[in-house]
């Protein structure tokens, strides 16, 4: 709050909500000024001659830390390519803050953020992150949310585990667990379970027995392109599976002898 109090110009993603911040702490910002996705080019350029100017310019996100699925980055690269100095200063993110409590034991994460908004998009998105070993975090806005869960349980199954992490660090903050099968039925149960924004969280995959889906899908795409033995070879250099794996499905897929 140090930093706020002050700061000769607060920039913030919504001025409304950090005037309401601002004033839950009787801080009286001398100007607030708004830097959001859809102005952050042209307002880049302001706070530069501010700070030029020798004005102090601290930047506010609505709900997480700036530059991480939040507006920012490209106020942040400007600022630094004109030479200036940008301090980061420690702060809530709802991935690192849903995580911590999310009860999930996988020992690594990836962080993704927003999948895209059509249902074939994500579903393709998805198909890319099936196998990954590691909890995955997204970032969810309430108008989706039952679609998301709907194609998170197609493509990565009913028994993985979900947490739904909604409001972090607000009043009506929930944090839900269960399977993704079981999922959309939570939502749906009660409306307000679908308001404000989400952290999803996903358990990590189990390790597959076998070729993985993936191996797989490289050596069907190169059978149809290719003889048997040279897509058995290049699958085998690509995937990093061995021979003795690829050849026998191969021939299956084939429908050799």
């Not at 379970?193 to 190169?222: C, D, H, N, Y």
């Amino acid at each position: 709050m140090e930093v706020l109090v002050q700061a000769d110009v607060v920039a913030a993603e919504d001025t409304r909500n950090t005037a309401h911040l601002l004033s839950h702490h009787a801080i009286r910002a001398k100007q607030l000024v708004a830097v959001h996705q859809h102005n952050e080019r042209g307002a880049a350029d302001k706070i530069i001659t501010q700070i030029q100017s020798g004005m102090s310019v601290a930047f506010v996100s609505d709900a997480g830390t700036p530059a991480v699925s939040d507006p920012g980055a490209l106020l942040v690269q400007a600022v630094l390519a004109a030479g200036l100095r940008v301090i980061p200063i420690p702060g809530a993110s709802a991935a690192i803050a849903a995580l911590s409590a999310a009860g999930l034991n996988d020992p690594h994460f990836l962080f993704y953020g927003f999948l895209p908004n059509k249902s074939a998009a994500r579903r393709a998105t998805l198909q890319t992150l099936q196998e990954h070993p590691y909890t995955l975090v997204f970032y969810e806005a309430p108008h989706r949310i039952v679609e998301c869960v709907q194609d998170l349980c197609a493509v990565l199954g009913a028994d993985r585990r979900i947490v739904l992490a909604r409001e972090i660090t607000k009043l009506f903050e929930t944090i839900h667990a269960c399977t993704l099968g079981e999922a959309e039925t939570w939502l749906l149960s009660d409306s307000n379970q679908q308001r404000g924004e989400f952290v999803v969280l996903v358990s990590a995959a189990m390790p597959q027995q076998g070729l993985s889906l993936e191996t797989q899908r490289i050596l069907k795409l190169l059978l149809a392109e290719l003889p048997l033995k040279q897509a058995v070879q290049l699958a085998t250099q690509i995937s990093g599976a061995g021979r003795n794996e690829l050849y026998p499905l191969a021939l299956q897929l084939k429908g050799e002898p």
